[in-house]
């Protein structure tokens, strides 16, 4: 058995984030970019959204790309501000499997602005599922 060494890029936005500068970016045009900047994979992980994931999937699909679907969730608790934890989830995941997850974490709108009222070790058993 031997190891292969595989790139990937596991904090990835999308349109759906509100960070996102430019929102006419296409699904398509985020793999096409991966891919040639030579990535094996990518986590999409918006920012309390799951609204991209897939479109994203569908467009790797079509080329033979892996896409990890993923959500980067806003926590409070912080002096500073919120705490940001990245849950990924397995390739077959879908966004209605992450929606579901959103829904445990009480995260109803979309964006920075929205915050689950749970703890940031909650947030993790919960990813865990």
Not at 103 to 116: F, M
Request: aromatic share 4%; with cysteine; charged share 25%.
């Amino acid at each position: 058995m031997s190891l292969k060494l595989r790139k990937l890029d596991l904090h990835v936005h999308s349109p759906a984030s509100h960070d996102f500068a430019d929102k006419k970016v296409t699904a398509e045009q985020i793999v096409e970019h991966a891919q040639n900047v030579g990535l094996d994979a990518i986590a999409i992980t918006d920012h309390n959204s799951v609204d991209f994931i897939d479109s994203v999937k569908e467009a790797a699909k079509k080329k033979g790309f892996v896409v990890f679907p993923g959500v980067e969730i806003s926590c409070g608790g912080s002096k500073n501000g919120s705490i940001h934890v990245i849950g990924l989830f397995d390739p077959s995941k879908t966004k209605d499997d992450l929606q579901k997850v959103l829904g445990q974490l009480g995260i109803k709108g979309v964006g920075e602005d929205s915050l689950t009222p749970k703890s940031v070790s909650d947030v993790i058993d919960i990813i865990r599922g």
